[in-house]
């Protein structure tokens, strides 16, 4: 029973905070003005509403929230099954390079094509995968792939994409494509459209299913390779399935919105302390808490400021302070 | 019947590189524990997990039920043989009951999770281990002993005929020492297990001897075993000094009527270090 009010609490949260982003930004909004936005384009009924209001709503609040909350539940759930595929707590959705990746990938691609959106999004994506690629094949001496080779394999790679991001804002022209390149390396959702969210949405949701499908073999690949394997596990197969959806959920998130960080470290850590850590729950309140927090956050960024703060700040400076809250409040939960 | 029948192996990491050991043969039987005694580094480890498939050996064959381990996947071997670590990182404070609850990997799909089922056998192996009380707790929380216990728990879960166990006492104080000792002898009686494991306790052996199981042990020795039979048979002072370098006095008591309780006690070293630690340091 217990278990059954916790699932329909993760569902529910992430689509109430969807909603509550609708009213709020520079022109807030009445909750009849909303609803009969959102019901004239359901129902095809006219309210006579304003063209601003159905813009605001539909095409700008709408597809930024939902891209927001996958975003958000991306990278908190790569995060949580990295951290038990490499059995530890400290590792985050970034942890195989993919966020260097995405980076560099980005910044070549603005360099290149003055900042063409489908060309940064393809360039993020392609680098993000490649940079995975690269680590997970470091990782593979001795024809076998130990968690701290591989873990090894990513600190190299994301260095090298580092200094790559470096050498790009280096040649780059300052006028123009650095403070682009700066700002996407922030992370921001304001670009966000729904073809956006379709695009990316393959790739996030290939890898977030996978995940949750597999979620409960994470915790048998969480005893080591020498127990997983004597308990029957057949590491190369499932360790790939891992690492393969991860890397995809963490790839669609960051090409869309940027370099966020946080999330896809803390967000797990938060689910531990109230889920435990069990990654059949762990898995899906990952999803959920990190859609909330990624859309809440996005939402204060809105509101305190008029100009656009980017999210990569704002993920920290929020989410810092509620983390240690919680580990008050919970005395860590079996840390 | 022999269960687990190991021929001519031999195990190198590399080829050409030194060999880890060589010309291993031995088999065990149903209801039986076969103890591997050596010093550090003698290839115990090795050898064991070349039982386990996580090695595969570069010469002879390992046969788990009249089936040759190389032609089998984890999943398969992982029907046979459950594995119990010689020390177990807790990284992630999982409860007990999940912990055990892994033991039914082998029999679950790729995108499932344990069923009801598995629970209830779960609950059994805690039973079986005395630890069903303890079910709802994070395993981090759990003494070294219970912890050891706990593997052996899921390891039961596993449901295989054999269990091996890689210094299933190490780390652990007085009492659980004995406790596991017990609870393995309960398990073989009980359940008609078979034990395969490495132990740095030459008396544990004549414990298990005791208590009417038969018990081989095999005393490896650079590379190869030094000699292979019952616990009274090639426990003496004079295999003790070769394998470990140390003078032992075997001592007997009679424990009651029938048996006699039987006991290598360590004298001392000799020369103080054995002849490989002497090499090192040369």
């Given amino acids: 029973m217990r278990k059954r009010i916790i699932y329909i609490l993760l569902i529910i949260a992430p689509l109430l905070c969807v909603f509550a982003t609708l009213f709020v930004g520079r022109y807030p909004l009445s909750l009849p003005l909303v609803i009969k936005t959102l019901w004239s384009q359901i129902a095809l009924v006219n309210y006579n509403i304003p063209d601003m209001y159905q813009t605001l709503v539909w095409d700008i609040r709408m597809p930024r929230a939902i891209l927001g909350a996958m975003v958000g539940g991306c990278l908190a759930v790569s995060g949580a099954a990295f ?110 459209r729904y073809h956006d969210i379709l695009v990316a949405g393959i790739p996030m949701g290939i890898g977030v299913a996978g995940l949750i499908a597999i979620r409960w073999r994470i915790n048998v690949l969480s005893m080591g390779d020498r127990e997983a394997h004597s308990l029957g596990i057949n590491l190369a197969v499932d360790k790939g399935i891992v690492i393969i959806c991860a890397s995809l959920a963490t790839a669609g998130a960051v090409c869309v919105s940027g370099i966020i960080g946080w999330v896809g470290l803390v967000i797990p850590h938060i689910c531990r302390m109230i889920v435990g850590n069990d990654n059949r729950v762990l898995i899906p309140a990952s999803l959920s808490v990190g859609a909330c927090f990624l859309v809440l956050v996005d939402n204060v960024g809105r509101i305190i400021t008029g100009s656009e703060m980017p999210l990569g700040i704002l993920t920290a400076l929020i989410g810092g302070p509620f983390f240690v809250w919680l580990l008050k409040k919970t005395k860590g939960g079996g840390w | 019947m022999s269960i687990l029948e190991v021929a001519n192996a031999s195990f190198n990491y590399e080829r050409h590189s030194e060999k880890i050991f060589e010309d291993i043969n ?167 297990l078979t034990v395969v494991m490495a132990t740095h306790f030459p008396n544990h052996t004549f414990y298990l001897e005791n208590n009417g199981i038969k018990t081989t042990v095999a005393l490896m020795y650079k590379k190869h075993f030094l000699e292979v039979g019952s616990p009274t048979q090639v426990l003496n002072e004079h295999n003790m000094r070769t394998l470990y370098n140390v003078n032992t006095k075997l001592m007997t008591c009679p424990l009651d009527i029938s048996t006699e309780l039987k006991q290598l006690v360590p004298v001392s070293t000799l020369n103080g270090l054995n002849e490989e630690e002497r090499n090192a340091d040369v």
Avoid at chain 1, 139 to 156: A, D, E, F, K, S
Avoid at chain 2, 127 to 146: A, I, M
Avoid at chain 2, 166 to 181: G, I, Q, R, S, W
Wanted: with cysteine; glycine share 10%; charged share 15%.
């Fill in chain 1, 83 to 192: 951290q038990g595929l490499f059995r530890n707590p400290l590792v985050s959705s970034g942890i195989l390079g993919v966020s260097s990746g995405a980076g560099f990938g980005a910044a070549l691609a603005i360099i290149l094509f003055q900042g063409n959106t489908s060309a940064v999004y393809i360039f993020a994506f392609v680098f993000a995968l490649l940079a995975v690629l690269l680590s997970y094949l470091i990782g593979r001496v001795y024809n076998t792939t130990p968690t701290i080779t591989l873990v090894l394999g990513g600190v190299v790679v994301s260095s090298i994409f580092s200094a790559l991001i470096s050498f790009a804002k280096y040649v780059a022209d300052p006028y123009q494509q650095l403070p682009t390149i700066v700002f996407w390396l922030m992370g921001s959702l304001a670009t966000a």
């Fill in chain 2, 26 to 192: 031995f088999t065990v039987g149903k209801g039986e524990i076969f103890c591997l005694l050596g010093p550090n580094g003698c290839g115990k480890s090795t050898l064991l997990d070349s039982i386990l498939g996580i090695n595969h050996l570069n010469e002879g064959g390992i046969r788990i039920m009249g089936k040759d381990t190389r032609t089998l996947k984890a999943g398969q071997i992982a029907r046979y043989i459950a594995y119990v670590p010689q020390s177990h990182e807790r990284t992630f404070p999982y409860r007990v009951i999940d912990i055990v609850k892994m033991g039914r990997a082998v029999y679950t799909g790729r995108f499932s999770s344990p069923s009801a089922e598995d629970k209830e056998i779960a609950k059994e192996a805690l039973d079986l281990v005395g630890l069903r009380h303890l079910r709802h707790r994070p395993y981090t929380q759990l003494s070294g002993g219970e912890g050891q216990l706990v593997m052996i728990a899921r390891a039961l879960a596993q449901k295989t005929p054999v269990i091996v166990m890689d210094e299933p006492t190490a780390h652990l104080d007085f009492k659980h020492e004995m406790v596991v000792m017990e609870t393995i002898v309960r398990l073989v009686k009980t359940a008609n």
